[in-house]
């Protein structure tokens, strides 16, 4: 993109905070409830969310996903 990949994290950060969204830095997810809608963060704080982008691999959001074993397999 235009100005870099720099760029495009930075305009997804204006948009989603332009749309009322919440972006918290230094926590890793440790449980994705995607039935629920839910994620835990390393510091056992749990977020509802309507949607969720996921930045990371899509093999860490399978071991950490409540769905492995029913649509996912590693």
Known sequence: P??????????MNDKILELGGEILINREIK???AGNKYVVDNKGVEYKYNKL??????KT??????????????
């Open 2 to 11: 235009d100005g870099g990949v720099g760029k495009l994290a930075e305009t």
């Open 31 to 33: 449980e994705v409830s």
């Open 53 to 58: 982008i996921w930045a990371a691999d899509l």
């Open 61 to 74: 959001l399978y071991k950490k996903s409540d769905l492995i074993g029913r649509f996912f397999y590693i």
